[in-house]
């Protein structure tokens, strides 16, 4: 078992002072240097953190929750075979490297720490991929999830929060999607995701092991320190990929579909800042230990904004036209889709505070300029 260094957790905190040349515009400067402030919980001595095991917690949103965990006063530790993750993304706690698969090794962890909770981002997450190749996200996300599941029951560990996604929702196009509308997921990836909710469901009353599934629907930006940010390979992701053709990195960004029923014509989507989703998960977190059975919620705005009104606001950030090829409508790509996220509201008092389209471009433009490899 690999135990990386626990000094990344004191490098945290002397680096906030650099942070001021990251950021491309002085609003967004002063938005870090406020969520730093709110979320600094220097006083909590570290054998007074509880543990939580966060699974994933190398890749883009679990090494963002690995922040928001730290700050809230738990440590977490990081579980990760590090295949779509990145071991420099681990900077709150140790890492221990392995596949949430490998059973024995998962004993070991829970035997060697007093873990009170899991967080679960350990997935394959690829929409297209899944559909090409189902056996490796049935195999990965729910086998995975079913053998993270075996060692929590064994340790007795029965508090979960599970990356759920808005895909279990299918084509839905109703707009805002609250958690009743019917789930019928198009393709493996949302498949998998909500077998594992079905799953979770029936551990909660033969078990009691309790969980909260998160439904994410468009998750974007960067840490507003820049430490980490968003690091697919390859990306597949808008945001990310209208940066790398600003960059030259990609001759040109596609966009799939400009024809949509829609004011510019093209879909619309509700992006949530990942710092936002973090926080999320922090409550929900809080809300399990202290005894709530869980359940399913969407995490997302309830604000839509079109690829066109994001390719403005990436114009407005970086004063650069992104290069674009127009392509034809993907098979069930909806128009629209939007989450209702009343009930994160009213279940965890979810409300999100950084998913304005300034600050989910600005951060993310900042971590592109300052660490993206040339290689993607
Ligand atoms: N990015 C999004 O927009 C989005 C939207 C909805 C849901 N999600 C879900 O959120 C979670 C995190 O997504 P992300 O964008 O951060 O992806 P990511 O690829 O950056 O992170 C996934 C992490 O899990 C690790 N991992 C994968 N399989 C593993 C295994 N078997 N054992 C141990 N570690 C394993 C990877 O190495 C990686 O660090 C996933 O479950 C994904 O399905 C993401």
Known sequence: MQIAPQRAISRFYSVDVNLAPLFCCRKINSVAKQALRDTRETSVQPNQRRKVLVTGGAGYIGSHCCKALYDAGYQP??????????????KWGPLVVGDVAESAKLDDVFKSHAIVAVVHFAAFSSVDESVTNPHKYYRNNLAGTLSLLEAMRAAGCLNLVFSSTGAVYGSADSK?????????????????????????????????????????????????????????????HLIPRALMAIQGKLKALEIYGSDYN??????????????D??????????????????????LGTGTGFSVGQILNAIRATTG???????????????????????QAKAVLNFVS?????????????????????DNL
């Open 176 to 236: 805002p999607i609250s958690e009743s509308f019917p789930c019928a997921p198009i393709n493996p990836y949302g498949a998998s995701k909500y077998m594992i909710e079905r799953i979770l469901s029936d551990y909660r009353a033969a078990y009691g092991l309790n969980s909260f599934c998160l439904r994410y629907f468009n998750a974007c930006g960067a840490d507003l320190s820049g430490l980490i940010g968003e690091r697919h390979e390859p990306e597949t």
């Open 353 to 373: 505070r950084h998913s304005s389209l300034e600050t989910i471009v600005g951060s993310a433009w900042a971590w592109h300029q300052a660490t993206r490899q």
């Open 277 to 298: 989703l973090a926080a999320a998960h922090v409550l929900a977190l809080a809300k399990l230990l202290k005894g709530h059975g869980g359940g399913s919620l969407n």
């Open 77 to 90: 530790i990081c579980y990760d075979n590090l295949t779509t993750g990145h071991a420099d993304f681990v």
């Open 262 to 275: 829609t004011p510019d014509g093209t879909a619309i989507r509700d992006y949530i800042h990942v710092v």
């Open 320 to 342: 650069k036209q992104v290069p674009q090829i127009s392509r034809a409508r993907r098979a069930g790509d909806p128009s629209i889709l939007i989450a209702d996220p009343a």
